[in-house]
T-cell receptor, first 112, second 113 residues
Framework: GQNIDQPTEMTATEGAIVQINCTYQTSGFNGLFWYQQHAGEAPTFLSYNVLDGLEEKGRFSSFLSRSKGYSYLLLKELQMKDSASYLCAVRDRGEYGNKLVFGAGTILRVKS | NAGVTQTPKFRILKIGQSMTLQCAQDMNHNYMYWYRQDPGMGLKLIYYSVGAGITDKGEVPNGYNVSRSTTEDFPLRLELAAPSQTSVYFC????????????FGDGTRLSIL
């Protein structure tokens, strides 16, 4: 089966850096995604990792360690608009095709 | 190019009623997915499809059915609606099974009373 763990909530200050961790256990790992979801809206894609290491995209970076079953999303220069839920999702090989398994999400509150 | 379109956006059902949630994508994506999201929770996979005529169960398929007669459409059917099915339903699609992200529709907010 699959298990994905993220902290439930985090609070950070505008302009600061925050790291959101995700640990996972899956039988057929085939990539990890991070999505951002504002309240009442659909998730939007942030980043993808399939190999170990850091992927950087502007103010957002994501790190993966496959041997540790661990990823983090790093948000720099926090802005108020970054207040949202951040979902870690693991692509798992199914019987046919791959499917995405989501964690419960981390609610990030950015305060001024 | 509309992306992923879900209808309706909102719906209230009585216990025992049935309905179909519609999902259509115009990106010629092979992979399509249905998720439900309960308040304060992540997305749970209900069913998915890797192409026309092929569907498979996800984590929480009970009480739902799907079909995939065309590449574009992936309707989700609720038979005998129950209060436990009150949720927000998201449909998503992706081009393949690699690093392509899933594109989500705007969701259907369903209440069963």
């Amino acid at each position: 089966g699959q298990n994905i763990d993220q902290p439930t909530e985090m609070t950070a200050t505008e302009g600061a850096i925050v790291q959101i961790n995700c640990t996972y256990q899956t039988s057929g790992f085939n990539g990890l995604f991070w999505y951002q979801q504002h309240a009442g809206e659909a998730p939007t894609f942030l980043s993808y990792n399939v190999l170990d290491g850091l992927e950087e995209k502007g103010r957002f970076s994501s790190f993966l360690s496959r041997s540790k079953g661990y990823s983090y999303l790093l948000l720099k220069e926090l802005q108020m608009k970054d207040s949202a839920s951040y979902l870690c999702a693991v692509r798992d090989r199914g019987e046919y095709g791959n499917k995405l398994v989501f964690g419960a999400g981390t609610i990030l509150r950015v305060k001024s | 190019n509309a992306g992923v379109t879900q209808t309706p956006k909102f719906r209230i059902l009585k216990i025992g009623q049935s309905m179909t949630l519609q999902c259509a994508q115009d990106m010629n994506h092979n992979y399509m997915y249905w998720y439900r999201q309960d308040p304060g929770m992540g997305l749970k996979l209900i069913y998915y499809s890797v192409g026309a005529g092929i569907t498979d169960k996800g984590e929480v398929p009970n009480g739902y059915n799907v079909s995939r007669s065309t590449t574009e459409d992936f309707p989700l059917r609720l038979e005998l609606a129950a209060p436990s099915q009150t949720s927000v339903y998201f449909c998503a699609s992706t081009e393949g099974a690699g690093n392509q992200p899933q594109h989500f529709g705007d969701g259907t907010r369903l209440s069963i009373l």
